[in-house]
């Protein structure tokens, strides 16, 4: 994706009551082509985590530019949730949607199997973009990326109301992809990095649109 792009990142649990089958049924058959459908979405990936921190769940959208996050398709699919929307996210927990600016996006075109992911609430110091690109000299390690939170897009989402506890989101979200999680860890020691990141592995990627195929 490159710099100046836009960035949906949604981390979620979901509460024991909920059927699983339905959750992944209603995400593969209702929710990504829905998402996916709006002008201007290019990509979606969703995650599952494997030991860390954060949220069970992990999707995120790469989107033209940050602005197709507040455009008139995407507010009015958010504000016209399907009836399996509106079951599936009562279920909804710990969720987070943070709307950001790609920074950063280094490394191998592609997805690698793993990702390592360092989100914040408070900005980091200087430099981190120079900074990230030094783990792709380590084995293991494909792409790094850096999301921040863009200012600019502050429109609410009028399907946080489904969601019990409400959204939070990030500042800042640094992600590291490879295939060995072990390596990344070491990569990220090396670096300096001392916050516990989460581990994620991947269960679903889209085909990548082309501008032309999705214009802003």
């Given at each position: 994706m490159a710099k100046g792009g836009g960035l949906l990142c949604v981390m979620n649990d979901i509460a024991p009551a909920c059927d699983r089958r339905d959750y992944e049924a209603w995400y593969q058959?209702?929710?990504?082509?829905?998402?996916?459908?709006?002008?201007?979405?290019?990509?979606?990936?969703?995650?599952?985590?494997?030991?860390?921190?954060?949220?069970e769940f992990l999707t995120f959208y790469e989107t033209a530019t940050p602005a197709v996050l507040c455009s008139a398709p995407y507010l009015k699919r958010l504000a016209e949730p399907t009836d399996w929307t509106?079951?599936?996210?009562?279920?909804?927990?710990?969720?987070?949607?943070?709307?950001?600016?790609?920074?950063l996006d280094e490394g191998q075109a592609g997805a690698g199997g793993i990702l390592a992911l360092i989100a914040q609430q408070e900005?980091?110091?200087?430099?981190?973009?120079?900074?990230?690109?030094?783990?792709?000299?380590?084995?293991?390690?494909?792409?790094?990326?850096?999301?921040?939170?863009?200012?600019?897009?502050?429109?609410?989402?009028?399907?946080?109301?489904?969601?019990p506890g409400g959204d939070a989101s990030f500042v800042i979200i640094m992600v590291t992809e490879g295939t060995n999680a072990e390596m990344i860890q070491a990569a990220l020691a090396g670096q300096g990095f001392t916050a516990a990141p989460t581990f994620y592995s991947l269960i679903y990627a889209s085909p990548e649109k082309s501008k032309k195929e999705s214009p802003a």
């Open positions: 058959r209702d929710h990504l082509p829905d998402r996916l459908g709006i002008p201007g979405f290019h990509h979606a990936r969703r995650y599952r985590r494997l030991n860390g921190p954060r949220a509106a079951r599936i996210m009562a279920h909804f927990r710990t969720m987070s949607r943070s709307i950001c600016c790609v920074a900005a980091p110091a200087p430099g981190l973009e120079a900074q990230l690109p030094a783990m792709l000299e380590q084995p293991g390690v494909m792409r790094v990326r850096l999301w921040r939170a863009d200012p600019t897009v502050t429109v609410p989402s009028p399907e946080e109301k489904l969601r």
